[in-house]
């Protein structure tokens, strides 16, 4: 599946930026193939707007923002969050600006401390919803902003797979004497899963440290939620009560990367466990996974007979079930018609 050339995939929200990055003026940022200016207006939201000045294309990210609109470098037009020019320096004061004058917009949102975009008037499924995040007691750390190369397809069946805990994260947490997976029950959504297992895992001690147990072999309570296309949460729960949620989205930037935004949240405090060492922990596991899914082909298949399959893939292939309705229904244009929803043993 080429994601730049699938038209349903933009009828999705990504997050594509942390809000953070657009103190500093506009910026620029690729969704799906599609150049994109974003900055934060006068109200200090974000906005998104083709990459492009309307008058000789030269690329608004290059410009500076000026009372909550981007100004193009090239001649000093203007442009508001909806794409209408507000000036042009050139033309006598008081002249009316035409109508043509103007660069495409796209839905624009801010949530947990990200700006969002959808290229679509018409979003198959709302920004997710992370009750955890609006919780006061909990912290929320942003810990990976970075470029991939591989598919969020990958990333995604990554996320949900017991089977490779004991190879590739055998430095980290992996049981290296039980490979065999942990079962599952999956329960089908109507676009995405959600998928629950008890997962034996090694503690090393810096994980003990973080968790404030003492023991080398323990269990993890996992909720996993896949929201299609390419986001998920995986909500780890440990027998002493901590919660470790973690928020993972591969944005497509284009056929071959993807865009990986990862924050986690946590029941705990700062003095229970430092925001650094958190990051630390998460960063070798995510760098194990990373060094194996960028060697994966990027035109991942989701077509079920194009790869061979165990059980405990049955997450990738109900997530690839999803999308080829999703694309067949878009080809089609006829409405789409959600799977049945029910739980599976796996």
Same mark, same amino acid.
């Given at each position: 599946?080429?994601?730049?050339?699938?038209?349903? #995939?933009?009828?999705?929200?990504?997050?594509?930026?942390?809000?953070?990055?657009?103190?500093?003026?506009?910026?620029?940022?690729?969704?799906?193939?599609?150049? #994109?200016?974003?900055? =934060?207006?006068?109200?200090?939201?974000?906005?998104?707007?083709?990459?492009?000045?309307?008058?000789?294309?030269? /690329?608004? *990210?290059?410009?500076?923002?000026?009372?909550?609109?981007?100004?193009?470098? !090239?001649?000093?037009?203007?442009?508001?969050?909806?794409?209408?020019?507000?000036?042009?320096?050139?033309? +006598?004061?008081?002249?009316?600006?035409? /109508?043509?004058?103007?660069?495409?917009?796209?839905?624009?949102?801010?949530? !947990?401390?990200?700006?969002?975009?959808?290229?679509?008037?018409?979003?198959?499924?709302?920004?997710?919803?992370?009750?955890?995040?609006?919780?006061?007691?909990?912290? =929320?750390?942003?810990?990976?902003?970075?470029?991939?190369?591989?598919?969020? #397809?990958?990333?995604?069946?990554?996320?949900?797979?017991?089977?490779?805990?004991?190879?590739?994260?055998?430095? *980290?947490?992996?049981?290296?004497?039980?490979?065999?997976?942990?079962?599952?029950?999956?329960?089908?959504?109507?676009?995405?899963? /959600?998928? !629950?297992?008890?997962?034996?895992?090694?503690?090393?001690?810096?994980?003990?440290? #973080?968790?404030?147990?003492?023991?080398?072999?323990?269990?993890?309570?996992?909720?996993?939620?896949?929201?299609?296309?390419? *986001?998920?949460?995986?909500?780890?729960?440990?027998? %002493?009560? =901590?919660?470790?949620?973690?928020?993972?989205?591969?944005?497509?930037?284009?056929?071959?990367?993807?865009?990986?935004?990862?924050?986690?949240?946590? %029941? +705990?405090?700062?003095?229970?466990?430092?925001?650094?060492?958190?990051?630390?922990?998460?960063?070798?596991?995510? +760098?194990?996974?990373?060094?194996?899914?960028?060697?994966? +082909?990027?035109?991942?298949?989701?077509?079920?007979?194009?790869?061979?399959?165990?059980?405990?893939?049955?997450?990738?292939?109900?997530?690839?079930?999803?999308?080829?309705?999703?694309?067949? *229904?878009?080809?089609?244009?006829?409405?789409?018609?959600?799977? /049945?929803?029910?739980?599976?043993?796996?």
């Amino acid at each position: 599946m080429l994601v730049t050339q699938e038209p349903v #995939l933009r009828r999705f929200w990504y997050p594509v930026m942390p809000l953070a990055q657009l103190m500093d003026g506009p910026q620029s940022f690729t969704l799906l193939g599609q150049p #994109l200016v974003l900055w =934060l207006d006068r109200d200090g939201k974000p906005a998104a707007l083709g990459d492009r000045c309307c008058h000789r294309s030269a /690329k608004l *990210s290059m410009g500076t923002v000026n009372d909550g609109c981007v100004r193009c470098p !090239y001649h000093g037009w203007s442009f508001d969050g909806a794409g209408t020019c507000t000036d042009v320096p050139q033309l +006598d004061p008081g002249a009316a600006i035409p /109508k043509t004058y103007r660069v495409t917009a796209f839905q624009c949102a801010e949530r !947990y401390g990200y700006a969002w975009v959808c290229l679509s008037d018409d979003p198959l499924l709302p920004i997710p919803e992370i009750p955890e995040a609006e919780a006061a007691e909990h912290r =929320l750390i942003p810990q990976f902003y970075e470029p991939w190369q591989c598919s969020g #397809l990958r990333v995604m069946e990554n996320s949900f797979d017991n089977a490779h805990f004991s190879i590739v994260h055998a430095e *980290s947490f992996g049981v290296t004497e039980q490979p065999k997976p942990a079962k599952s029950e999956i329960v089908s959504l109507e676009l995405g899963l /959600k998928v !629950y297992a008890t997962v034996p895992v090694v503690n090393p001690p810096i994980q003990q440290q #973080l968790l404030n147990i003492p023991d080398t072999l323990t269990v993890r309570q996992v909720e996993s939620t896949w929201y299609a296309p390419f *986001s998920r949460t995986l909500k780890i729960t440990y027998p %002493n009560g =901590l919660m470790h949620l973690i928020f993972t989205a591969a944005t497509p930037v284009s056929d071959r990367t993807s865009q990986i935004v990862q924050f986690c949240i946590r %029941n +705990d405090t700062e003095a229970d466990a430092s925001t650094e060492s958190i990051i630390a922990f998460d960063r070798q596991v995510v +760098d194990e996974d990373k060094r194996v899914l960028e060697s994966t +082909d990027y035109d991942t298949p989701i077509d079920i007979a194009a790869e061979q399959h165990i059980p405990s893939d049955q997450p990738g292939i109900l997530m690839r079930r999803q999308l080829s309705m999703l694309i067949r *229904s878009e080809h089609s244009n006829h409405k789409l018609v959600p799977e /049945k929803q029910g739980a599976t043993q796996v």
